[in-house]
């Protein structure tokens, strides 16, 4: 069973950068797609950005510009390069995997705390 692991997360102040990594114990080839996930506490998690095995990559409207996400198969990373950080980044960042032939994301991390203080 592979496991995901998040770090860099932190307390920045508005208009600050931060980049969290997850590194999985195992090979990461076999999932379709990787992504950053966050969480505020009552709210739903909500999807931060995605990237696939074939390149491709998605952005929620709310970080597009600002976040850059990308994978590294052979380091078995995925990383979230954050800038501009605004006080509704806060948040829990989770990183998540989906096996090919899955229809859903069913690989989590246990999460890393973003703090954006304004």
């Known amino acids: 069973q592979v496991q995901l692991e998040e770090s860099g997360g932190g307390v920045v102040e508005a208009g600050g950068s931060l980049t969290l990594s997850c590194v999985a114990s195992g090979s990461i080839g076999g999932f379709l797609a990787m992504a950053w996930y966050r969480q505020i506490p009552g709210n739903d998690r909500e999807s931060v950005a995605i990237?696939?095995?074939?390149?491709?990559?998605e952005y929620a409207d709310s970080v597009k510009g600002r976040f850059t996400i990308s994978r590294d198969n052979a380091k078995r990373t995925v990383t979230l390069q954050m800038s501009s950080l605004k006080p509704e980044d806060t948040g829990r960042y989770y990183c998540?995997?989906?096996?090919?032939?899955?229809?859903?994301?069913?690989?989590w991390g246990q999460g890393t705390q973003v703090t954006v203080s304004s």
């Open positions: 990237v696939t095995n074939g390149g491709y990559i």
């Open positions: 998540a995997g989906r096996r090919y032939g899955r229809s859903a994301f069913e690989k």
